[in-house]
């Protein structure tokens, strides 16, 4: 009797398993392209830099120099650069530019490709 009822629900059992597999649905994932939306930003304004005047001064002119600048602006106040310091400066400027080209590249490079992106997308 005892082995009848192990043998009884040993076959349920096997008939459950093997039954439930059966009728469970396939499971079908599908991968959707979503397309990164990435607004391209307006370029700022360009920059709007004020006039500076520079004068050379040196032991030949510094008489008169000082005498027309006085009448000019009432004030007399040097600001002095050697000459290794101004190449210095003018080198600085010259790296400045070189690192704003470089950034105005990459901004290009990036909007342009959200753009293709956007046009590959909507065929």
């Not at 009797?1 to 076959?11: D, P």
């Not at 459950?16 to 009728?23: I, M, N, Q, R, V």
């Not at 520079?54 to 106040?77: C, H, I, M, P, S």
Request: proline letters at 5%; charged letters at 25%.
């Amino acid at each position: 009797m005892e082995l009848k009822k192990h043998l009884l629900i040993s076959s349920l059992l096997l008939l459950a398993l093997s039954s439930g597999c059966a009728t469970t649905p396939d499971v079908v994932e599908k991968v959707v392209y979503v397309p990164l939306e990435v607004p391209v930003k307006e370029r700022p304004q360009p920059v709007e830099l004020y006039g500076v005047d520079w004068y050379v001064v040196t032991e030949a002119n510094v008489e008169d120099f000082l005498r027309q600048y006085e009448d000019k602006t009432g004030d007399v106040v040097f600001i002095a650069l050697s000459v290794p310091h101004y190449e210095n400066m003018s080198l600085n400027l010259a790296e400045l530019k070189r690192y704003i080209q470089q950034q105005q590249a990459i901004i290009v490079y990036y909007e342009t490709r959200v753009q293709e992106d956007r046009i590959n997308n909507s065929e």
